[in-house]
């Protein structure tokens, strides 16, 4: 795998009957990481995931996994092969018991694990003799994620696995997730419009606001590197641009200046002593403030 | 025992690490426990295994805990409570030095609480100039 990652895109571009779905998207998932894919509906995560399987070509970038071309139609079979998917559709054949779907999909894996298949039955409480069709949406997307696992995959791609999932549900798939992760080292590439999920189990994320990337890199680091800084002044707040690296975004309210910078604070600290505020607040910001203070608002 | 708080803007793997030696502080963990292991502790609480191991290999450097190959992560001995008093035991004798000597210049014993203070106000008035 290339430099460590299994994932990596290249100012990724997708163009569908004259609607840019991606304009230059790029990221680099590390292996072994749990990467948070997040953007608000519409903003282009499937079309990613849908690019990097080969069931979309895109209109100009690059996007390799394990190193090999998504585009080529033989490098696609490879990785495919080497990827387990959960995608919005589940894959689920309706007519089908769950014991029969677990059949047929292993029929296709020659590193199926049967040992995973029982713990997993048994863990996610399945019933292996119940229709497909009686199953609720949690349950599908159970099943659909023990076919994923069980395969032996060393990347798992998942299209918002927890959207319309009840908390307890929600919860069982993030632990399964994490579990699985611990014991294969299996690299976790998932999107998702729900900011816990991502901030509780992703190591990794992206940010990314209509087919762009807004913002990425590990969690921890803008964690720690993201402050909120409020200046306050003894007239209006002036109209005043940065020059330090880093800053975000600057509001202006009344007396006020809020300032985010994704460099610390030292940088803006200093640079605004030269407008003479009569005081300075810090605090750290959380995922959420990142994801609605660099995703634009306004459609 | 560890109950990290994902939607805080403080790094997991700070919060573990605080919250582990807190539990030492505390004596709810003492020289010589073991730690739970990286994959049930990751999925108890349902955070990433990576975050997990990367506190573990940071309460090792602070030599808060030790990591014995294929054993776990155990409690060391009582690194930090040891670490603090053997430091303050060292300055207690530059103090006692110090003193003596001043006291034989014929220094009054205000004399040299006020040369003490003075001094720590000077450091810090830098300290502010400094940051």
Not at chain 1, 103 to 116: G, N
Request: aromatic share 6%.
């Amino acid at each position: 795998m290339a430099d460590g990652f299994v994932i990596e895109t290249a100012d990724l571009r997708k163009t569908y009957d004259g609607i840019d779905a991606l304009r230059g998207l790029t990221v680099s998932v590390p292996t072994g990481s749990i990467y948070g894919f997040l953007g608000r509906t519409g903003a282009g995560k499937t079309t990613t995931i849908k690019i990097l399987l080969g069931m979309a070509r895109p209109t100009a970038g690059r996007a390799s996994v394990f190193g090999l071309p998504a585009h080529s139609p033989t490098a696609s079979v490879d990785i495919r092969r080497r990827t387990g998917f959960v995608g919005d559709e589940k894959g689920l054949y309706d007519a089908m018991t769950v014991r029969g779907m677990i059949r047929h999909t292993a029929s296709f894996y020659p590193q199926w694990s049967r040992e995973l298949e029982e713990q997993y039955l048994r863990r996610f409480d399945l019933g292996a003799e119940r229709g497909i069709k009686t199953l609720s949406r949690g349950m599908r997307t159970k099943l659909a994620l023990l076919l994923a696992l069980c395969r032996g995959a060393d990347l798992l791609v998942l299209d918002e696995p927890t959207t319309g999932l009840d908390p307890a549900a929600t919860e069982d798939v993030l632990q399964a997730l994490v579990g699985h992760a611990a014991d294969h080292g299996t690299t976790v590439f998932f999107s998702s419009h729900q900011l816990t999920d991502v901030e509780q189990i992703a190591d990794h994320v992206a940010i990314i606001d209509r087919g762009r990337t807004a913002v990425t890199g590990a969690l921890d680091d803008l964690r720690q590197n993201y402050r909120r800084i409020q200046l306050v002044f003894d007239g209006d707040a002036p109209a005043y641009t940065f020059q330090v690296k880093g800053v975000e975004r600057v509001k202006r309210s009344g007396r006020v200046m809020t300032v985010l910078s994704s460099a610390g604070i030292d940088g803006v600290l200093g640079e605004a002593r030269q407008l003479n505020p009569v005081s300075t607040d810090s605090a750290p910001v959380t995922l959420k403030d990142i994801f609605l203070d660099t995703v634009a608002v306004e459609d | 025992m560890f109950r990290p708080n994902a939607a805080s803007g403080v790094p997991i793997y700070l919060q573990l690490m605080e919250q582990v030696k807190h539990a030492i502080e505390t004596g709810a963990l003492r020289a010589g426990d073991q730690l739970p292991g990286i994959r049930p502790l990751a999925e108890e609480l349902v955070i990433n295994p990576n975050t997990v191991a990367k506190a573990y290999r940071e309460l090792e450097h602070d030599g808060v805990i030790e990591l014995r190959h294929g054993a776990g992560a155990f409690v060391t001995g009582a690194a930090r409570e040891k670490k603090l008093t053997d430091r303050l035991r060292a300055g207690q004798a530059i103090v006692a030095a110090a003193v003596d000597k001043l006291r034989a210049r014929g220094v009054t014993e205000a004399e040299i609480r006020r040369l003490v203070e003075a001094e720590l106000t000077r450091l810090t008035v830098k300290g502010d100039q400094r940051g």
